[in-house]
């Protein structure tokens, strides 16, 4: 893969980074749309695994050995380890008379679908093109995906604000550390090797702490919806 | 000096360890110990500090700037100790005998506070912005479970606002460390490790785009754990449900080294940008949550919404306080640190007590508080009007000097809207306040306090269903809006328990001494940090 990769370098370098770019904000669209949360939690981990991808093609055609290591980490962790303890943790909420342990969040969006993909690629066409202004180029990857990572990030607000579920929005949050790992993977290929490793562990205490306040939602509201969190105000 | 370092990240930590495994009792007293311990550890780290940084182990870096940041969390965190020993002795008397989910809610406390504190004492020790982050993240994910401990639908809701908020929040603050890293790089090549030292040595060289880029968003990022408007929505929440324990940590030291942080970004960046954007930046967020939070301070209804409303005006403080950039606003705006956190603990935990007694936290149904509570009282009056900045307590001194600072470095419209945005807060404070302590109780037979609340309550319990409610009592609360006083019986004079007066009468004289005449050796720890602050140690 090395080889093929160096040969290869510049133009399939980054016209493959930028396709797995456009693939992880394909993945944060998609989340808008899903309506099993196994659903979720599964695009979150396909979305995981683009990341990971994208650090084992940077590793090869840049030559970083480190990003081995993070990519290899960073897949144990995010597409396996998060959405187990996910699953783990998220087991058993599904409603009386529902499917075994898998709750339906459908239709939590606060805007039609339509409307809230609309708002998404506005948001994202900014991130992208405010991107272009700040001159920040990259010695590893093509300026296109940093500008795709900042979208993805934008984008991962709009879905915390949009639906109205507590594990999406949880969701979104992971997703919006995987833009944020896309613009590490950019603008910082070179940041130490233990720092990634204490990000990412940091990310998994977040997991758990996320998911248990899941349950605690869910032990008093009976439902993921967020639609009763409106008692404190003022 | 590496030994006291050591313990000072060490002791919390095994605290919590001790509490998980070992009876109540103990977990109790190596609180208040250890708790008491790392306060006098900071103190003997504080005459080296303010001489010259201290670095250990790579990972550890103390200088003057922390050892602010140190005194107020390590302060709270041992007035906190005492005060939750009386705070949870009276939960225990709420069924007959041991109750054993009490006793798992007291564990859990007891380790969470211990985790908590140790995560806010780590944060201002780290020696890189990525160790910083990580150690602020830590303090979001152990202390939102420490607002999710009372087990009632407002504090689940109240948790969940304040994780997912506050987690987006640093999420943008990571983005900004990232850029940051970015910039470093640029000038130290790829193995830059993104600590403070030599990325401070080199600040005049980074590339300007990255940098302005990194402080916007770790202002924006930082700010929300800081309590800046606009993204200040969790902390009202987050501080009326917690325990008043948590409430007072989160309110004197979370938002502290949240602000902490921020001033680290500003460090360099003042250097690499000339002072005039980042000035600009937290000038704008300062103002806006000055003014925002001071009127906000007259509508509420609950003690600790209105002492939360004060946090984020105090914080617009703090920013409007680096924004003047001169030397005496900067050390305006460190003593601030210093005595926010004893004035706002002070007020959580007076206020604590009163909601003990009243059983509500309902602003309109407390009253006559002076007359009930012969030391809380006067404390806690004491302690609202050390927050409105009046003479002698510390906040007068740091406030009057930040304003100086104002008029000395020409931001006189500023200084003005400050002046202004204050004295409107102190009345907010001072007229619900006064109501709450000196108004006689009107006595309406054997209904005191709790009875009036529910139709007044226009958020509060009554609007729950009735098995959400007996869920809720099941589990209630120390001082919960159902607290587990019964509403029928007459109150008496009395404090309801010496643990929760001491740390409040020694935070009362804390504030009298920063006020009146703070020691040599803080004003020069103070000097020293105001010098690294604007570029010049």
């Known amino acids: ?234 | 000096m590496l030994t006291i370092v050591l313990l000072l990240l060490v002791l919390p930590a095994a605290a919590a360890v001790i509490c998980l495994l070992a009876p109540l009792a103990v977990a109790r007293a190596v609180t208040a110990t250890f708790g008491a311990a790392c306060l006098g550890l900071v103190i003997a780290v504080l005459p080296a500090a303010s001489h010259h940084d201290l670095a250990y182990l790579g990972f550890l870096r103390i200088d003057a700037l922390s050892v602010v940041f140190l005194l107020a969390t390590s302060f709270l965190y041992a007035a906190v100790a005492v005060y939750s020993i009386g705070y949870l002795a009276h939960g225990r008397a709420n069924d007959d005998g041991a109750d054993p989910g009490f006793t798992r809610y007291s564990r859990r406390f007891w380790v969470g506070l211990n985790l908590f504190a140790w995560a806010m004492l780590a944060a201002p020790m780290m020696s890189s912005l990525a160790l910083l982050w990580v150690a602020i993240e830590v303090t979001t994910v152990i202390s939102a479970l420490l607002v999710a401990i009372e087990d009632t639908d407002g504090a689940a809701e109240a948790a969940w606002k304040y994780v997912l908020i506050a987690s987006a929040g640093l999420g943008l603050a990571l983005l900004a460390t990232i850029f940051a890293y970015y910039a470093g790089a640029q000038v130290l090549g790829q193995s830059y490790d993104l600590a403070f030292s030599p990325l401070l040595h080199v600040a005049a060289r980074l590339p300007h785009a990255p940098v302005q880029l990194a402080f916007v968003l770790a202002v924006l990022g930082f700010g929300t754990k800081m309590g800046l408007f606009p993204v200040h929505t969790w902390l009202p929440d987050a501080h009326s449900e917690a325990p008043t324990p948590i409430s007072a940590m989160l309110s004197g030291s979370l938002l502290a080294v949240s602000f902490y942080a921020i001033l680290r970004f500003y460090q360099f960046s003042a250097v690499a940008l000339g002072p005039r954007f980042p000035r600009n930046v937290l000038l704008i967020f300062g103002i806006a949550s000055l003014l925002l939070a001071a009127l906000y301070l007259f509508g509420q209804r609950d003690i600790k919404r209105l002492l939360a409303y004060s946090s984020v005006e105090h914080m617009g403080i703090l920013a409007i306080g680096v924004s003047f950039g001169a030397p005496i606003a900067l050390a305006g705006v460190l003593l601030h640190v210093l005595a926010h956190a004893a004035a706002k603990g002070n007020a959580f935990m007076g206020a604590g007590v009163l909601v003990h007694k009243f059983g509500t936290k309902q602003l309109s149904a407390i009253r006559g508080g002076l007359d009930l509570l012969p030391w809380s009282g006067p404390l806690f009056l004491l302690a609202v009007l050390a927050l409105g900045a009046m003479p002698p307590f510390g906040i007068f001194r740091s406030e009057f000097e930040i304003v100086e600072g104002g008029f000395a470095s020409h931001g006189n419209a500023a200084a003005a809207v400050l002046i202004i945005g204050v004295t409107v807060a102190f009345f907010g404070l001072a007229a619900t306040t006064t109501q709450m302590l000196l108004q006689p109780r009107a006595v309406t037979a054997g209904h005191p306090g709790a009875a009036q609340a529910p139709a007044l309550a226009a958020v509060g319990a009554a609007a729950i269903p009735a098995d959400a409610a007996d869920r809720r009592a099941r589990t209630a609360p120390p001082d919960g809006p159902q607290g587990h006083r019964p509403s029928a019986a007459p109150l008496t004079r009395g404090e309801p328990s010496t643990w929760m007066v001491i740390p409040v009468a020694v935070g009362a004289v804390v504030l009298i001494v920063l006020g009146v005449h703070p020691p040599a050796e803080l004003t020069d720890l103070l000097a020293r940090a105001v010098r690294e602050l604007s570029g010049a140690a």
Do not use: C
């Not at chain 1, 693939?23 to 669209?29: D, S």
């Not at chain 1, 940077?58 to 996910?86: C, E, M, N, Q, T």
């Not at chain 1, 700040?134 to 296109?144: A, E, K, Y």
């Open chain 1, 1 to 234: 893969m090395t080889g093929a990769a160096a040969v290869a370098a510049p133009s399939v370098f980054s016209g493959s980074a930028n396709v797995i770019a456009v693939g992880v904000l394909l993945a944060e669209f998609g989340m808008f749309r899903q309506a099993l949360l196994r659903d979720q939690v599964r695009l979150y981990a396909a979305q995981s695994t683009l990341i990971s991808v994208l650090a084992v093609v940077v590793a090869a055609a840049r030559h970083l050995p480190d990003l081995y290591v993070l990519a290899g980490l960073s897949f144990a962790l995010k597409a396996v380890i998060v959405p187990a303890v996910l699953r783990r943790l998220l087991r058993g909420l599904g409603a009386r008379g529902e499917g075994p342990g898998w709750t339906d969040i459908a239709g939590s969006g606060s805007l039609s679908l339509a409307t809230t993909v609309l708002v998404a690629i506005a948001v994202a066409a900014f991130g992208f093109f405010s991107v272009a202004a700040l001159g920040i180029h990259s010695p590893v990857l093509p300026t296109t995906a940093l500008a795709i990572s900042i979208a993805v990030v934008l984008v991962a607000f709009v879905l915390m604000i949009m639906r109205r579920d507590v594990a999406s929005q949880a969701i979104g949050f992971f997703s919006l550390e995987n833009g944020v790992s896309l613009t590490a993977l950019v603008v910082a290929a070179g940041l130490p090797l233990i720092l990634e490793i204490v990000f990412l562990f940091d990310l998994l205490v977040a997991v758990v702490v996320f998911g248990l306040l899941i349950r605690v939602h869910h032990g008093r509201a009976e439902s993921l919806s967020t639609a009763d969190l409106t008692r404190l105000r003022g």
